[in-house]
């Protein structure tokens, strides 16, 4: 016992504590550099790099203290025997962990002998006063005893309780040495630098790099144990099927309401989010959370080995993911490259509670270190390889996958779903941000939005405006948009209930078509001119409806009606959009519905309210004084027919009374335009009577006519129009009381004379008089002076009779 104890114990403890010391120790300044950088596959923090520091710095121990002398050769010799034993137990350690086969712990003893003990040409003779400590492969010195006399072996002393046969086999007493549990017999930086070698957690890449090790090692590799001959097409396939099945994940909305719990305070720790901002990161959130909490269910009941890889690759492929959204949220809103950059790191530091599930312990069987896996964020990605071969490195072949499976990572779509506006406050925000920061870099970080005061994107504001307004009352524009004002329930209202509510709709319907052709803006989204069109016409059709309603108590029509109208013509919105080639295919969301049931007045850009600030703007005077006269003017005028309109109802009445007024005149009122007449008895007209007349014609051969003669002047003679004075007429009516009269005296001859001639006389123009040229020989001279006649011919005016005796 004293010659393990006091002899050999001392000698290992100095060993192993320069290589606790020392085999941490990866930098180029180390000396073992030059061995153990060929390990690892570039990873200074891999398993096998660790592993090679610590064995090295071993050798290194062992060159120096084994000289020439006996004391230091028998120093050598047990401390070899200890570094082979201690690699035995580093490969042991290792293989549910990170696989380190005899294949690598070889090599790493013949490259630092290579290096370092070139001069030792014996491996374990003396040359040029070196001691050369090889590899003895597989070897547990099972078969390697003391050569001493039992008598030399003390069994009983110093709590040395063994007898002489266990106390000469070195394997035994070295086994204690290296791995005894008790402290007071054990050397305790063994176990310690053990840990610390096959400790996989040092770094996401070894992490990485012991899955792929682990699965090839256990799964691929023939025979089992070899972990030497892994590579990236030795576990491709079961990444890219891995990796179909997580997008598949995240992508699905449905999956985000059972991680929606640990998203709701996402924006507590930056408390100027705007609304927008903070349901933008909430679905941001949302996404990662998802996807960390499918890789803590990943599970293979029948191969379990090849879960810790699903799952570290799994991390690697949501890292890059994060890394490619970030990378295209340069200029998007809300979330800028450094907003989408916050809310997801926030989310990865809640990835111990989401992949425990809210426990203490991972969800599970337990399966080495991986069972209990937290994938946390890793930006920038390390730079981690996969085997020997310098081309398999994690990101770039995760990237590969990624872009094959680009039709199902909707990588573009899932950024669009998380910066989607949905309120209209949100895309007011974003169009003043990204207007105002185009071509800028007003705080010399790039990928970060600054949000500007409303005074300085104000001016640019009000020549929105004034395009607008301008463009709105253009009849040919007006024009262009009748087919979405053909309400045909306006109809059904009054007559001017139903034009202001097309002249309204028209108005608005124009002012709809403008804005969706202003074009598209530098970013991805709808542009400042699109948004603030569409703003500056919710803010008019809000106040010309209170002007309507204040201002036809007294200034424009009674029955103006502008509410109808203009919903109607928003209502036709989306249809207006879609006539627009780039809003119809809206690629890259050019356009959006202009909507009236949309509230901002609560909205604020910077310390200013965009509801405030708008109303300010339509009360400058020329905007006032434009939308009094649109009303006035255009919207719902006072015209002449609405002076009319109320009076229509009464046509018919009016009509009748005037017929009725009319024929009464005509009945009561004077008869005829002759000359003279004086109320006289029928015997005192001159002349035969009607009677003789009539029986005198019908006495001759000819047909039953009476030709009447009417004297006129030759034509050649101008004639001369004497306006006569007021005479006294006779009514019909005081012709028919005379007639009566006459009736009952008897003399009813002269009555019917009397009556007759007048009404020949007020009649001749009527259309039963027809007029022809006679020669004057024929004209019925009595009664009539010839020299009143001229002797050329005279017109004649045929009377047909009548047959009854009496002649109209």
């Not at 050569?147 to 040395?160: E, G």
């Not at 028919?736 to 006389?761: A, I, R, S, Y």
């Amino acid at each position: 016992c004293e010659f393990w104890n006091d002899g050999v114990k001392p000698k290992l403890q100095a060993m192993f504590k320069q290589i606790e010391e020392k085999g941490s120790d990866t930098s180029r300044n180390n000396t073992n550099y030059a061995t153990c950088g060929r390990f690892g596959d570039g990873n200074t923090d891999s398993v096998e790099r660790k592993a090679c520091n610590h064995i090295a710095e071993g050798l290194k121990y062992i060159k120096k203290n084994a000289k020439s002398d006996n004391d230091q050769l028998f120093e050598g010799t047990v401390a070899c025997i200890a570094l082979n034993m201690y690699a035995n137990n580093i490969i042991k350690e290792s293989q549910d962990k990170c696989p380190i086969d005899e294949a690598k712990i070889t090599q790493m003893f013949n490259y630092w002998n290579i290096i370092n003990n070139s001069s030792c040409l014996d491996s374990g003779g003396i040359t040029n006063g070196c001691f050369k400590c090889n590899r003895l492969e597989n070897s547990d010195f099972g078969g390697c005893h003391l050569s001493v006399a039992d008598a030399l072996v003390a069994t009983s002393q110093n709590n040395c309780n063994t007898n002489a046969t266990e106390a000469i086999k070195v394997r035994t007493e070295m086994k204690v040495l290296l791995e005894d549990n008790d402290p007071s017999k054990s050397i305790p930086q063994v176990k310690t630098t053990l840990s610390e070698i096959t400790n996989t957690k040092s770094s996401f890449c070894t992490q990485l790099q012991c899955a792929a090790k682990q699965y090839y090692a256990k799964v691929k590799s023939k025979p089992p144990g070899n972990s030497t001959g892994v590579n990236w097409e030795e576990i491709n396939d079961v990444v890219k099927e891995e990796l179909t099945k997580l997008i598949g994940h995240i992508t699905n909305e449905d999956k985000w309401k059972d991680v929606a719990a640990l998203c709701g305070n996402v924006s507590s720790s930056t408390s100027n989010d705007t609304p927008g901002e903070e349901k933008a990161k909430q679905k941001a959130c949302k996404l990662f959370a998802s996807g960390l909490k499918h890789i803590s269910e990943i599970k293979d009941d029948t191969n379990k080995d090849v879960v810790p890889l699903r799952k570290t690759m799994m991390c690697a492929a949501l890292n890059l993911y994060a890394d490619q959204l970030i990378n295209k949220s340069t200029e998007q809103c809300p979330l800028d490259k450094q907003k989408m950059t916050d809310v997801i790191d926030a989310t990865f530091l809640k990835s111990d509670a989401i992949m425990k599930n809210g426990g203490t312990s991972c969800s599970g069987v337990s399966n080495g270190t991986n069972s209990c896996f937290i994938c946390t964020r890793h930006s920038p990605f390390p730079p981690c390889q996969i085997g020997s071969i310098s081309t398999d490195k994690v990101k770039e072949r995760m990237n590969e996958l990624l872009e094959q499976k680009k039709s199902e990572t909707k990588i573009d779509e899932t950024l669009d779903k998380i910066n989607s506006k949905d309120t209209f406050c949100t895309q007011i925000q974003c169009a003043i941000k990204q207007h105002y920061n185009k071509n800028k870099n007003k705080n010399g970080q790039s990928g970060v939005m600054t949000t500007p005061n409303w005074s300085e994107i104000e001016n640019d504001a009000k020549g929105e405006l004034s395009k607008l307004l301008g463009h709105m009352l253009q009849p040919s524009e007006q024009n262009a948009v009748t087919q979405y004002c053909q309400d045909y329930d306006w109809y059904t209202l009054g007559h001017k209930q139903s034009k202001t509510n097309k002249a309204a709709c028209l108005l608005f319907a124009a002012g709809l078509k403008n804005i969706y052709v202003r074009g598209k803006g530098q970013v991805k989204g709808p542009s400042f001119e699109q948004t603030m069109g569409c703003l500056f016409l919710k803010e008019y059709a809000k106040q010309l409806k209170e002007l309507a309603k204040k201002e036809k108590e007294y200034k424009v029509h009674p029955n103006c009606s502008v509410d109808s109208g203009i919903n109607y013509a928003f209502s036709k919105s989306k249809n207006i959009m879609e006539e627009i080639r780039q809003c119809k295919e809206n690629v890259n969301k050019d356009c959006f519905e202009c909507k009236i049931d949309i509230d901002y007045d609560d909205c604020s850009i910077g310390n200013a309210k965009v509801g405030s600030e708008v109303n300010k703007m339509f009360e400058d005077p020329p905007n006032k004084n434009h939308m009094q006269q649109t009303l006035e003017n255009t919207v719902c005028p006072i015209l002449l027919t609405d002076i009319l309109t109320p009076f229509l109802p009464l046509a018919p009445v009016s009509i009748g009374l005037s017929a009725m007024a009319y024929y009464l005149w005509k009945y009561f009122g004077p008869l005829g335009k002759g000359g003279a007449r004086f109320r006289r008895s029928p015997a005192e007209i001159p002349g035969p009577s009607v009677q003789e007349q009539v029986l005198d014609h019908v006495q001759q051969d000819s047909s039953h006519e009476y030709r009447l003669v009417k004297e006129r002047k030759p034509r050649s003679v101008p004639t001369r129009t004497k306006r006569s004075g007021r005479v006294n007429r006779r009514t019909i009516i005081e012709i028919h009381f005379e007639v009566l009269d006459e009736c009952q005296k008897g003399d009813t001859q002269l009555n019917q004379k009397d009556f007759l001639e007048l009404l020949v006389q007020e009649f001749m123009g009527s259309e039963f008089m027809e007029e022809e040229q006679v020669p004057k020989e024929e004209v019925l001279m009595e009664g009539v002076p010839l020299e009143g006649v001229p002797m050329e011919s005279v017109p004649m005016e045929r009377v047909p009779s009548l047959g009854s005796g009496f002649m109209v």
